[in-house]
């Protein structure tokens, strides 16, 4: 297995971060410093950054409710960081971005495999959000919504959007570009007023508080796997 990718497996870091450590010359494998492109057994000893990647590390699988104000950040010097916010021990890090001023379904593990596979820009892979907009929206606007948007020179992909009552909506993406769904409810002339990711594939937000979590069932993880073989 190549390094990058043993890293990444293993839940130290994304495949992308463990490339800047070896590069960074943080990464050694049986004490020689590893190159990017350097293959990799388990039973062969991997220091990443001066501590061992153990091979039998258990892999661990959170479904949290992050709140409004928390930064999908583990670093510590970020105010309200999402770190600090689940008092986390060990590498695990979050699965994608919910921006501060959004709030629902965030997925923290350390198997870098699943992470790369739902966020790989073709995955098609949907998620979920509860939307308020600021005033009434009409099913002309629902409409729109659904065949997608101009933002930034580039076209969005279609969704599935489905009134809930006068002001809010639920819309579905297979996408996940920065702050979408508020760029495209701006285009078409309103504002959001709260933003809630309430699914990703088949894990949903369900009844859990803000600021909760909670590890994913055997079903949950299974089901999981088996959408994105």
Not at 141 to 169: H, M, V
Not at 199 to 209: A, D, Q, T, W
């Amino acid at each position: 297995m190549r390094i990058n990718k043993y890293i990444a497996a293993h839940g130290v870091a994304s495949r992308r971060a463990s490339d800047r450590l070896i590069e960074d010359g943080k990464v050694s494998i049986n004490g020689k410093v590893a190159k990017l492109g350097d293959s990799v057994e388990d039973e062969d000893v991997v220091i990443v950054d001066g501590q061992a990647v153990n091979p039998e590390t258990d892999q661990i699988y959170i479904a949290y409710h992050k709140p409004r104000g928390v930064e999908v950040t583990l670093n510590r010097s970020v105010k309200n960081n999402i770190a600090e916010a689940l008092d986390l021990k060990g590498h695990v890090f979050p699965v994608g971005r919910l921006d501060k001023d959004s709030s629902g379904l965030l997925l923290l593990t350390n198997d870098g495999d699943i992470v790369n596979k739902i966020l790989r820009p073709a995955s098609g892979h949907e998620k979920e959000y509860l939307v308020h907009a600021d005033r009434e929206v009409s099913n002309e606007f629902l409409k729109q919504l659904a065949n997608g948007a101009r933002i930034e020179g580039r076209q969005t992909s279609p969704t599935k959007t489905k009134r809930q009552n006068k002001t809010a909506f639920k819309i579905t993406l297979t996408e996940g570009r920065n702050r979408q769904i508020r760029k495209m409810v701006q285009k078409l002339g309103f504002h959001v007023k709260t933003l809630k990711r309430t699914r990703i594939m088949n894990i949903k937000l369900g009844h859990l508080s803000p600021g909760s979590w909670r590890h994913l069932t055997k079903v949950e993880l299974q089901e999981l796997k088996n959408q994105l073989a």
